[in-house]
């Protein structure tokens, strides 16, 4: 197999009317380059995941398994001998069938809220409540995790270290409303500690459209635990509310499984080098085990953290959170401006790397780019809840 040779499955086509349930390529098998690595897609049944059709991917060092029917994201992955994911009180992957986005009074996303990583999105992603503009009522964290992908498809791309990817589209599209369309790619490559996610939103109604989005990055042990630290070059920290405001001094360190303890949600403004690119960082007590992740704040220009370490079995949990806009409101982010408005045929687009770190010296060098960017400036720390206007 040449650098430049691709080869493409189509499993999922619904204007072609094609659909393949079991499906499976390794490396080696026909022409395929050679490796321990595996795609493979099937159908789940029994219970609330009845119907979900995932695609799982080993890339011989990296695992992770990709829910096509709930938005492109990212449920179990495993580096190694360790497990990237968190223990939900939701027995997941739960079937859209499965999830009334009002219940609750909006808050019935998360009745399926179990992934590694899925995307809040497209029309909204904060909390729910009517727009006063619109008069329609906007469900928690949007629509686009429980939405199916109407196209999939999986690339094999180059020779000996080929791109092993998982491309969906999924559309957001109400008539007399919004018709957006996500176009995500999922990327690994043989032997690879990353996984990468390359996505593209489309509007293809002929008005403009909203465009929020914010992505749910979700990490429990062994990455969490007491001691746990994350890090990150900080330009400017604040609390969402009042509760989380009197640990905005320790956001950077964790607590063991506490039961009872309240969730504490802060935004950042992070440095970044003069390209835009900045990173994030959490590792474990002793800071040899670690995960980072990479982004461009010109696409995705807020970070959100999010603090969830109540009992285990309550899901003991922590969030990094690369976002478009922050996770408040909508209104509240139309009224300060951080709303994007696509045109028609307009597009938005973003990649963020996905990296696992094993070793102390494998996390002393995120370490060392991360206190290079904070060398640019100190710290501020907002004293009053809410996102300052500057």
Request: charged content about 25%; overall charge negative; some cysteine.
């Amino acid at each position: 197999m040449s650098d430049n040779t691709a080869r493409s499955w189509v499993l999922t086509d619904v204007a072609r009317d094609i659909y393949v349930e079991r499906w499976e390529i390794a490396g080696g098998s026909a022409d395929l380059p050679p490796g321990t690595w595996k795609i493979s897609k099937r159908r789940l049944l029994g219970g609330r995941r009845d119907g979900v059709d995932i695609v799982e991917v080993d890339n011989g060092s990296m695992a992770f398994s990709v829910l096509a029917t709930r938005g492109m994201g990212l449920w179990r992955g495993r580096y190694r001998d360790w497990p990237l994911e968190w223990q939900a009180p939701v027995a997941g992957p739960v079937h859209p069938a499965y999830v009334s986005l009002t219940d609750r009074h909006g808050l019935g996303w998360l009745d399926g809220f179990d992934e590694w990583i899925c995307r809040c999105g497209l029309h909204s992603h904060g909390p729910p409540g009517t727009d006063p503009q619109t008069g329609e009522f906007l469900t928690l964290h949007g629509r686009i995790a429980n939405l199916p992908a109407h196209y999939l498809e999986v690339q094999v791309v180059g020779g000996a270290a080929p791109e092993l990817r998982v491309i969906g589209h999924v559309d957001e599209v109400t008539l007399f409303f919004d018709h957006l369309r996500l176009i995500s790619e999922i990327v690994t490559q043989p032997g690879s500690p990353r996984v990468l996610l390359r996505d593209r939103v489309q509007n293809l109604r002929s008005a403009p459209a909203d465009l929020e989005m914010l992505y749910h990055c979700q990490f429990g042990p062994p990455l969490l635990e007491e001691g746990s630290r994350f890090v990150a070059p900080v330009a400017l920290i604040a609390a969402r509310d009042r509760q989380a405001l009197p640990g905005i001094h320790r956001y950077d360190r964790y607590q063991g499984p506490t039961p009872g303890f309240a969730e504490e949600v802060y935004f950042f403004d992070l440095l970044c080098r003069p390209s835009g690119d900045t990173l994030v960082l959490l590792h474990n007590a002793a800071a040899d085990r670690g995960v980072s992740l990479r982004f461009n704040k010109r696409e995705l220009p807020y970070f959100v953290l999010w603090k969830n370490t109540g009992a285990l079995r309550d899901g003991y949990v922590t969030g990094l959170e690369p976002a478009l806009n922050l996770p408040n409101f909508k209104a509240v982010e139309r009224e300060k401006g951080r709303l994007v408005t696509l045109p028609p045929g307009g597009q938005w687009s973003a990649t963020i790397v996905v990296e696992i770190h094993e070793g102390l010296e494998a996390v002393r060098r995120v370490l060392t780019d991360i206190a290079e960017l904070q060398r640019l400036a100190e710290p501020t720390v907002h004293t009053e809840p809410g996102w300052p206007d500057r």
